[in-house]
Every structure is written in C-alpha cells, then in structure tokens.
C-alpha cells in the first residue's frame, strides 16, 4: 500500500473515531468523510507545491516532500538535470560551430524566408558594410543598397555568383566582393561572401603585363620586318645596306635585352629569397660596376661623365652576389642613362645609424617629379618614354632592383626631385652587413 493510501485511511479512520466518540452513525460517518476532505486538502497542497515548482522549472530547490509526490518530484527533478545538460551540451556545440564559422575567410549570412538577417559573422558584416549585432532581424535589402544585389536577390537564380562593390578603406577605393547565395531548408538563404579584391587586381596586372609585353615585342619587331621587307624589294646601295643592317641589329638586341629582363624578373619571383648567401667584399662589388658604368659612359655619351666611387667603410655584405650586382649595376645604368654627357654620378656603400646599410648612386640628372616616385618600381612605368627607349631601356630595370632588394630583406629608395638630380638606394638590414676588419 502506498504512503498516500495509508494517509488517507488514516485520516478517514481518525476523523470517523473522532465522530464515533459523539456516539452517533451519522458523527461517525461524517467525522470519516471529514478525514476524507482533509486528506484531499493536504494532498491538494502538496499538488500545488509541486506545481508551482514545476513551473518555475528550478531543478536545484525542489520541494521536501516524501510520498508519492516527493518521487515525482525526484523523477521531474533527475529529467530536469538531464534535459538541462543535453541543452547545455547542444548550447556548447553550436558556439563551437559559430565561432568556426566566424573564423572563416568567408562572410556567411542566414536569411529568413522573408530576407531578414537571422545570423551573420563578421567578416561578411565587414564584406558588406553592416553591424552583426545591430542589424539582425533587418532585411538585407535595406542595408546592401546595390542594384545589382537587389536584382540577385529578388530574381531568384541564384546559379552564379555576383561581383558588387563593398565598403573599402576609401569611398573611391571599394573593394570587391563576390556573393552567392544557396537556398536551404523552408525558404531559407545562405549567403557566402569572398573579397576578390587582391585576385581581381592580380588579374588586371597579369592582364597589363601581357599587353606591355606584346606591346614592347611588337615594336621592334614591326621596324625589323619593315627593313627586311625593304631589304627584299628595293636594290639597295652598300652604305644604305649596311645602315639599315645596323638598324636591324639594334632593334634585335632591344628584344634580347627585353627577354633577358623579363627572364631576370621571373627567376627572382619563382625562386626562394637567398638565405644567408656568401659574404662579398663590398668594395669588390662597387668596383665591379663602377668599371662597368664607365664602359657605359663611353659608349653612349658624346661627353663622358664623370663616375666616381664614394669612399666608404669597409663591408662584408650577405646575399647572392649576381642579384646584388645585377641591381647595383641596373641603378648605375640609369644614371648614365638619364644624366646628359658630362653631369657627375656618385656611388658607393654607407652605414646607417640603425645598423642598416646601403648602395647609394647620385647624379646630377634632370630629377623625377613627385608624382612618379611612387610607381617607378613597376613593371614598364617610364617618366621618359622616349629616353628610356633610345638608351635602350625596358622599363624593367628598377622592378628588378626593387625585388632584388626585397628578396635580401631590404628595400629601394628614391630620393629626387625635378631639377636637382636623384639618388637611388639600396637600403639592407644589418643581419645582411658586417664591418670587414683589416690588417
Ligand atoms: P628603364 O629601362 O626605362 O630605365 P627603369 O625601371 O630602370 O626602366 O626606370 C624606370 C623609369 O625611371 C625610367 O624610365 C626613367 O624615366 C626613370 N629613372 C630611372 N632612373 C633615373 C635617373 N637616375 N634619373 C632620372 N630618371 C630615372
């Protein structure tokens, strides 16, 4: 017999003595049923207790009751417990997966049915310009205001993806992101978001290198073909021969020089930076192109130039020897280049007072202006078209110096102005330099 039944009878067997004692049937009777109502009052408290207690749902202060109730609150109790550390469980996976989420390169954005934002990470908040916490439950619509997304959007085939313009550092510097949205579960969207800024800009240099390229190409080889075709048709008179000859050999050499860069350039961006390298005497490398630039002068100036060595301190310097001479000797052509006959060029090695070193060439050229320093180390950018061309330049000569300088840990600096001459430098770090002692 359970504990309630047992209350029960002897509430109903203490309420009909109680009547029995008033010496009557009809006392005895309602003395048991009063028992009877009495049991049901009390039972009906504990019932509320526990309901009540049910209703706050708070596991860790159940109610003391013994009997029948006090299991089942010890039942809802252990059920409580469970179902909470299930939820607790399944709280901690889904922050697991939105924080592996939020650490993707990738925006992802969930919609609702009808296009509100129900969770976004932040990068995609930064793709698109909007705040994760503030604009949930806003309709993207409202905050991507761009007509090809809402066209995207409201057009329903969502099989490709779509290019828009995101907030960049700058409002004339947008970035480009590209968006695609997969439909899910009962009209839900998820929207994927990548910025292409860097692979777009890739594209468009791997897309102006090929047009400089073929453009620098073509040049020469329309003057060759042009004498060749000449040469085939019209007798010509042996000086004549000889001078259109010569010219041919020129435009030839031009596109061997040009080749020759541009394999320079792709060995320098397809090999690993040198490490350590061997230690080369700085002056062995200054006097290397100093014999060289003076060759140079010789050949293409009416009035050499004066090209001089700057005495400096003597250096071990760490790297690969032909990249450093090639850009070493790439900054003293241009001086003689670009400097009229007779103007004087400086070159030599300095310390800083960082512990860095640097190959410096000044001359008393015409300058560069301001607004060409920043892009004169790429690809094919020339101030002087027409000098580069005649002196036989590629445009190539200062990417090559600058990548030099990166690949030892270094960099280039131009120090110039119009009409007061120019000084380029090779600037490397004091892990690249070591005082040479003598004697
Ligand atoms: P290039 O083969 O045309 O000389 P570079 O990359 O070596 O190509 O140089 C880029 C441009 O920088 C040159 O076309 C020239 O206009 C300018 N430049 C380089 N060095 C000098 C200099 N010492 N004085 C004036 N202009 C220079």
């Given at each position: 017999?359970?504990r309630?039944?047992?209350?029960?009878?002897l509430?109903?067997?203490?309420?009909?003595?109680?009547?029995?004692?008033?010496?009557?049937?009809?006392?005895?009777?309602g003395?048991?049923?009063?028992?009877?109502?009495?049991?049901?009052?009390?039972?009906?408290?504990?019932?509320r207790?526990?309901?009540?207690?049910?209703?706050?749902?708070?596991g860790s202060?159940?109610?003391?009751?013994?009997?029948?109730?006090?299991?089942?609150?010890?039942?809802?109790?252990?059920?409580?417990?469970?179902?909470?550390?299930?939820?607790?469980?399944?709280?901690?996976?889904?922050?697991?997966?939105?924080?592996?989420?939020?650490a993707?390169?990738?925006?992802?954005?969930?919609?609702?049915?009808?296009?509100?934002?129900?969770?976004?990470n932040?990068?995609a908040?930064?793709?698109l310009?909007?705040?994760?916490?503030?604009?949930?439950?806003q309709?993207?619509?409202?905050?991507?205001r761009?007509?090809?997304?809402?066209?995207?959007?409201?057009?329903?085939?969502?099989?490709?993806?779509?290019?828009?313009?995101?907030?960049?550092?700058?409002?004339?510097?947008?970035?480009?992101?590209?968006?695609?949205?997969?439909?899910?579960?009962?009209?839900?969207?998820?929207?994927?978001?990548?910025?292409?800024?860097?692979?777009?800009?890739?594209?468009?240099?791997?897309?102006?290198?090929?047009?400089?390229?073929?453009?620098?190409?073509?040049?020469?080889?329309?003057?060759?073909?042009?004498?060749?075709?000449?040469m085939?048709?019209?007798?010509?008179?042996?000086?004549?021969?000889s001078?259109?000859?010569?010219?041919?050999?020129?435009?030839?050499?031009?596109?061997?020089?040009?080749?020759?860069?541009?394999?320079?350039?792709?060995?320098?961006e397809?090999?690993?930076?040198?490490?350590?390298?061997?230690?080369?005497?700085?002056?062995?490398?200054?006097?290397?192109?100093?014999?060289?630039?003076?060759?140079?002068?010789?050949?293409?100036?009416?009035?050499?130039?004066?090209?001089?060595?700057?005495?400096?301190?003597?250096?071990?310097?760490?790297?690969?020897?032909?990249e450093?001479?090639?850009?070493?000797?790439?900054?003293?052509?241009?001086?003689?280049?670009?400097?009229?006959?007779?103007?004087?060029?400086?070159?030599?090695?300095?310390?800083?007072?960082?512990?860095?070193?640097?190959?410096?060439?000044t001359?008393?050229?015409?300058g560069?202006?301001?607004?060409?320093l920043?892009?004169?180390?790429?690809r094919f950018?020339r101030?002087?078209?027409?000098?580069?061309?005649?002196?036989?330049?590629?445009?190539?000569?200062?990417?090559?110096?600058?990548?030099?300088?990166?690949r030892?840990?270094?960099?280039?600096?131009?120090?110039?102005?119009?009409?007061e001459?120019?000084t380029?430098?090779?600037?490397?770090?004091s892990?690249?330099?070591?005082?040479?002692?003598?004697?």
């Amino acid at each position: 017999m359970t504990r309630r039944a047992i209350e029960l009878l002897l509430l109903v067997a203490l309420g009909a003595v109680l009547g029995w004692t008033q010496d009557s049937a009809g006392w005895t009777l309602g003395g048991a049923l009063g028992g009877a109502l009495a049991w049901s009052f009390l039972d009906g408290l504990r019932a509320r207790r526990v309901l009540r207690w049910l209703t706050k749902a708070d596991g860790s202060r159940a109610p003391r009751i013994g009997g029948t109730w006090g299991e089942l609150v010890d039942r809802c109790r252990k059920l409580i417990k469970k179902l909470e550390k299930k939820a607790q469980n399944s709280d901690a996976r889904l922050e697991d997966f939105l924080a592996a989420i939020q650490a993707s390169p990738n925006g992802v954005v969930l919609l609702d049915a009808s296009g509100r934002i129900e969770w976004s990470n932040l990068t995609a908040a930064n793709h698109l310009g909007f705040e994760p916490q503030r604009d949930l439950g806003q309709y993207v619509r409202n905050l991507v205001r761009n007509p090809a997304f809402t066209a995207y959007l409201g057009g329903g085939d969502f099989g490709h993806e779509i290019q828009i313009d995101g907030p960049g550092p700058r409002p004339s510097q947008p970035t480009k992101i590209s968006l695609q949205i997969h439909p899910y579960g009962k009209k839900r969207k998820l929207m994927i978001t990548r910025d292409v800024t860097a692979v777009q800009l890739a594209e468009t240099m791997r897309r102006d290198f090929v047009a400089n390229v073929s453009h620098e190409i073509r040049t020469p080889l329309t003057v060759l073909s042009g004498f060749v075709e000449t040469m085939q048709t019209i007798p010509l008179e042996e000086a004549d021969r000889s001078r259109y000859l010569d010219l041919m050999s020129q435009q030839a050499q031009r596109m061997q020089t040009l080749v020759s860069d541009l394999l320079t350039l792709s060995r320098l961006e397809g090999s690993p930076s040198p490490g350590q390298g061997e230690w080369i005497d700085s002056e062995e490398l200054l006097a290397h192109v100093m014999q060289e630039a003076r060759g140079l002068t010789q050949a293409i100036a009416q009035t050499p130039h004066d090209v001089q060595p700057v005495p400096g301190p003597d250096l071990w310097i760490s790297g690969a020897k032909t990249e450093l001479l090639s850009a070493m000797s790439n900054l003293l052509s241009n001086a003689v280049r670009y400097t009229p006959g007779g103007g004087q060029i400086r070159a030599g090695w300095r310390m800083r007072e960082d512990g860095w070193v640097e190959f410096f060439v000044t001359d008393t050229g015409p300058g560069i202006a301001a607004e060409h320093l920043p892009r004169l180390t790429e690809r094919f950018y020339r101030v002087d078209r027409s000098r580069s061309r005649e002196t036989g330049g590629t445009g190539l000569g200062l990417a090559i110096v600058k990548h030099v300088a990166q690949r030892h840990g270094g960099r280039i600096e131009v120090h110039s102005a119009l009409g007061e001459g120019s000084t380029f430098v090779i600037a490397l770090p004091s892990s690249r330099v070591r005082e040479r002692v003598t004697g």
